[in-house]
């Protein structure tokens, strides 16, 4: 017979998902930066999306908002991966300041491609934060985040070759 988790008095019983507690803290730390990076660059591509100027305006300006809904739209099931584990998301902007591998959007809007080049590295170094997570997901049977980084690895090497083929010549 299987022995059941342990719980606090009248509390809810202890994680017992078949992912050590040691696992689960470190996968959940990854996904914290994976957050967030997400949510800076979708705050990042959101600025752009609004202050975007010149004869690319509206192909960039629709671009940039189907891109950002995309990341908005990401930030929630990195969330709900992290609460599953057993630990609490970041939620505010001090806290994704110090997680995050990508700088602030600059206070002063760039020009049009160089709003592009700023979004193809911070796309590329989103892949990067979730491509370092992967081994330890594989490695502690992590299906439901190996599939998530899998998903986000897509999207943002797919989004990084887009806008890379704009400022080809």
Do not use: C
């Amino acid at each position: 017979m299987a022995k059941k988790p342990a719980s606090p008095a009248g509390g809810a019983p202890r994680i017992n998902i078949g992912i050590s507690e040691q696992d689960r803290a470190a996968i959940a730390k990854g996904l914290s930066r994976l957050l967030a990076d997400t949510y800076t660059l979708y705050l990042t591509t959101h600025n752009f999306h609004w202050n975007v100027t010149g004869p690319m305006f509206n192909t960039l300006h629709l671009m940039f908002m189907g891109q950002y809904t995309e990341l908005w739209n990401a930030v929630d099931p990195i969330a709900e991966r992290v609460r599953s584990l057993g630990h609490t998301a970041p939620g505010s902007y001090a806290q994704f300041g110090k997680l995050t591998s990508l700088p602030d959007a600059p206070a002063e809007p760039p020009r049009a491609l160089d709003m592009v080049r700023v979004l193809v590295t911070g796309h590329e170094a989103v892949a990067r934060t979730a491509r370092e997570l992967f081994p330890l997901a594989d490695k502690a049977g992590d299906e439901p985040t190996a599939d998530l980084l899998t998903q986000r690895l897509t999207v943002h090497e797919q989004t990084a070759w887009m806008l890379r083929s704009l400022l080809e010549e």
